[in-house]
């Protein structure tokens, strides 16, 4: 089944035909391709012939053959031959033609192309390109299926504390979605391979894949903890690995570059200023977690901890974890400037636990809004803190 992502394409209508590359950045098939295809399918029914639309998936065997930016002008040359008006191109998962930027500019600089491009990798708007084409192309993120578009693909009307722990398990990767079991094991392992080999192995010729694998174990074990490479390095230097905090550093990054984890970084919120090291990681999706390590639901207060926080990326917010005197804030949320603060927790089923999370968000003298996000159905909000119910966040639009 495919459905519309209706959120990404609302925030890419308005630039539709406007002379501005839209550039579309997330996890291989993570979906990046069915909204290049709902774009279409919307020219294509706002009257725009079929022959002005070119478009190349270059992980497709029909474009092998296309390997550099020469043959890829040609292709494109020949496409459009004696094709009048304006002229639409899509590419997706561009990264693989070296040089691509080169001939993207050279298209840009003709008003009648209209350009959409998608990668793999968030360092794709990096280096040459980024200089070409300074304040010339709009981004956006795209992420795996959120709760919300999971319950709609699946067609789930009631019920949907249950479905929400499948989904804990599931993730967001619709294409895993037609199998079931050891079968959805496999394919979710096969697609992360895929990702690791060709986004981070391949691309930035790594040497030493067990040490990589190492890491991203140790992180996926560690979601929503604060940890620094240096404790990464004392735990495997446990098991007698030879390695360096510097190639510790390097191999997070490469992980970050392929939309496969995220680094959160610290804040002081009454120095106003970020800290150093000891960081939080977050995956981009948790099927990988339960294929590769199982039983999301045995860590489920920092799996929907990590659930939070790539929805509140999805609604476009800057986040950071905040620090109070000695105390945790999970997430600082920003837009245009202005904060909110939200804990997350699993349940609230002790005056301590109440305590624990709400007193970080007692502690900030601002008045800007303060939420305690669990899975309780009892509203237990007080003293200006909002309670709100996970599966009323994931499904609403409070936040």
């Not at 550039?23 to 009257?47: A, Y």
């Not at 500019?105 to 990668?119: L, W």
């Amino acid at each position: 089944m495919i459905i519309q992502r209706q959120d990404y394409i609302e925030k890419i209508k308005p630039f539709i035909n406007n002379h501005i590359i839209k550039v579309l950045i997330g996890t291989r098939r993570s979906g990046k391709s069915t909204i290049l295809k709902q774009i279409i399918d919307s020219l294509l029914n706002d009257g725009i012939p079929q022959e002005n639309i070119v478009w190349i998936n270059f992980e497709l065997s029909d474009y092998f053959e296309i390997t550099d930016i020469k043959k890829l002008e040609d292709y494109i040359s020949c496409q459009i031959e004696n094709v009048e008006g304006r002229i639409y191109l899509f590419f997706d998962e561009i990264q693989v033609i070296p040089q691509w930027e080169k001939l993207i500019n050279s298209y840009f600089a003709k008003e009648i192309f209209d350009i959409y491009i998608t990668g793999s990798n968030s360092k794709l708007l990096s280096g040459e390109f980024a200089t070409y084409l300074s304040g010339r192309y709009v981004e956006l993120n795209i992420y795996p299926f959120s709760f919300q578009e999971y319950i709609e693909y699946h067609e789930i009307s009631d019920d949907y504390k249950s479905h929400f722990y499948n989904y804990l398990e599931d993730g967001g990767m619709p294409s895993t979605y037609n199998y079931k079991g050891d079968d959805k094991n496999l394919v979710i392992m096969d697609l992360y391979n895929s990702i690791v080999l060709k986004d981070i192995i391949q691309r930035n010729n790594v040497k030493n894949v067990d040490l990589l694998d190492r890491i991203i174990r140790f992180v996926m074990y560690n979601i929503g903890q604060v940890f620094s490479a240096n404790k990464i390095y004392k735990r495997l230097k446990q098991d007698m690995v030879n390695l360096s905090v510097n190639t510790i550093y390097k191999y997070l990054k490469f992980f970050e570059n392929a939309c496969l984890i995220y680094q959160v970084k610290r804040e002081d919120l009454q120095g106003k200023k970020i800290l150093q090291y000891d960081e939080k990681y977050y995956l981009s999706d948790l099927g990988f977690r339960q294929a590769i390590i199982g039983n999301n639901q045995r860590d489920i207060t920092r799996v929907i901890e990590n659930i939070v926080y790539i929805e509140l990326l999805r609604r476009g917010y800057e986040i950071t974890i905040g620090k109070v005197d000695n105390l945790e804030v999970d997430f600082v949320c920003k837009k245009q400037n202005k904060p909110i603060y939200i804990q997350v927790s699993y349940l609230l089923a002790s005056e301590e636990t109440i305590e624990r999370e709400f007193k970080p968000l007692k502690n900030i003298s601002d008045n800007y809004p303060k939420y305690v996000i669990t899975m309780d159905n009892l509203d237990m909000s007080h003293e200006g803190i909002r309670h709100l119910n996970l599966l009323d966040f994931l499904l609403g639009d409070e936040i």
